[in-house]
């Protein structure tokens, strides 16, 4: 399943990554069915460029509030700082959340950001569209 | 006894339930136990010699357990635990980098 968002999520998204920079971001995307309702702006406790981990209380926090809001996770996000929107293989090994769309936002070329989404399965992995609209 | 929160990737294996009670005085013998009931659940958490996997995280009432006293922090009927996959990836730590 695609994941769509509108054009402000997506602003949202990439405005996070440049403020990080030059550290990964990571946050979630809750949403229904696909479709991305709310940008859940994680922080990242590595406070790196090269690897993220969202806050665990952040997280457990986030969850919570998603099922108050009957919301699923329907997206994963995290900057690659100088390197293509692509999983790594630690970004493959450490996909605990099949479910969702992994999306990734390049900043290896800063005024054209790249954004792609992946599905991340028993370390399979399968490109997703990600649709704004 | 315990309320376990499964979030929901691990919810599959619970049959869709987000709570479960769980008999247990610590939080070793409420993983434990929870993996005798859902087993898909106890291979996601622990591993082969039943200790938690290192990107699981759980919680007592929204403390780590790590800042408790680990597996042995004992939980009671009131006290909820929660099991949290962790968010995490990038260009190193497994030893194989490489994008």
Redesign the interface.
């Known amino acids: 399943m695609a994941l769509r968002l509108s054009s402000d999520h997506l602003q949202d998204v990439v405005a996070h990554a440049r403020e990080t920079f030059p550290h990964?971001c990571?946050g979630?995307l809750a949403g229904r069915d696909g479709r991305v309702v709310r940008v859940c702006r994680?922080r990242n406790v590595?406070e790196?460029p090269?690897?993220?981990?969202?806050d665990?209380?952040q997280?457990?926090q986030f969850?919570?509030e998603?099922?108050q809001d009957g919301l699923?996770?329907v997206g994963?996000y995290?900057s690659?700082t100088a390197?293509?929107a692509?999983?790594?293989?630690?970004?493959v090994?450490?996909?605990?959340?099949?479910?969702?769309v992994y999306v990734i936002i390049s900043l290896q070329h800063p005024e054209h950001p790249v954004v792609r989404g992946f599905r991340i399965v028993d370390g399979t992995v399968a490109e997703e569209d990600v649709i704004v609209q | 006894m315990a309320t376990v929160?499964v979030?929901?990737?691990l919810r599959r294996q619970t049959g869709g339930q987000?709570r479960v009670q769980v008999p247990g005085t610590t939080v070793r013998e409420v993983l434990a136990n929870l993996g005798t009931v859902y087993p898909g659940v106890g291979a996601?958490v622990q591993d082969e010699a039943g200790h938690v996997r290192a990107?699981i995280?759980i919680?007592v009432n929204?403390n780590?357990m790590r800042t408790l006293r680990g597996e042995d922090t004992p939980v009671g009927p009131q006290d909820e635990v929660?099991i949290?996959?962790?968010?995490?990836?990038?260009?190193?730590?497994?030893g194989?980098?490489?994008?």
């Open positions: 990964e990571c979630l994680g590595d790196s090269y690897t993220y981990r969202l665990d209380r997280l457990l969850l919570r998603m099922d699923d996770i994963i995290h690659h390197s293509e692509t999983p790594s293989r630690t970004d090994a450490r996909a605990f959340y099949p479910e969702a | 929160y979030p929901a990737p987000s996601q990107y995280n919680f929204g780590e929660s949290i996959p962790a968010m995490a990836g990038g260009l190193v730590a497994l194989t980098a490489g994008r």
